[in-house]
């Protein structure tokens, strides 16, 4: 909060973007707030044209924002980098930034629908038996809102259902070293492991959904992607686990 004004990721997008440009004025809500709190200053032109212009406050709030990002996507990398590991430890195969797509259908409707998603980690076992493939999505969370946000979305949720046996979140820890998220507040039918002293704790199980076969997008999928090896790290910066 500067100036009393609480700031939000949509007021750095819009500062970022107005470094970048000539500074022409917007006239909306973002922007007055951006004004009030000291990160824009308006400039008069000689042709009497008024134009925006990011303060020194608002270069260093810039900075900062840019800096907590970079913690977050190592966090968020450093744990999908140790989920993977795990799942290689117990001789899965393992995919990580996959894109695939499932067809979902919400309780609400009678039809339904393809619904495209990426789950950080994907695995299943090694076997050539469609039954005892066991497939296993993980999400990792490190920050709270984008949590928040994941959960009111059901069918991103019903898709990585669909698509694996098992689905789990794997949550973070934030500035405080505080959990980002107690378990009630993670749907039952997905299991928790919480980011924990330095190691991985289940905090509650996954289900086992009932499973037959892999759908044939989903074998194309993995057909066109590179399974990941043994300490084979995805992220420069693996070992900073927390934001």
Known sequence: MINGITLKKIHARRLREMYRSAGWPCLDVVEIELLAAGLLERLQEDGGHERLRVTDTGIQFLAGAAMANR????????????????????????????????????????????????????????????????????????????????LKRPEKRAAYLELGGQCWYVLGRDAKDRPIAQPEEIPAECGVIQWEQDKLEIVRVAPKRQFNHLPFGVWMALAKATPLRHHEAIHPYQSKLVD
């Open 71 to 150: 913690q977050s996507k190592d966090a968020h990398e450093g744990l999908v980098d140790r989920i993977a590991q795990d799942m290689l430890k117990e001789g899965r195969l393992v995919w990580t930034n996959l894109s695939l797509r499932a067809k979902v259908t919400l309780e609400d409707q009678e039809d339904g629908h393809w619904k495209y998603c990426m789950p950080d980690v994907f695995s299943i076992r090694n076997s050539s038996v469609q039954s005892y493939l066991e497939p296993i999505v993980h999400e990792i969370k490190v920050s709270r809102a984008d949590l928040l946000g994941d």
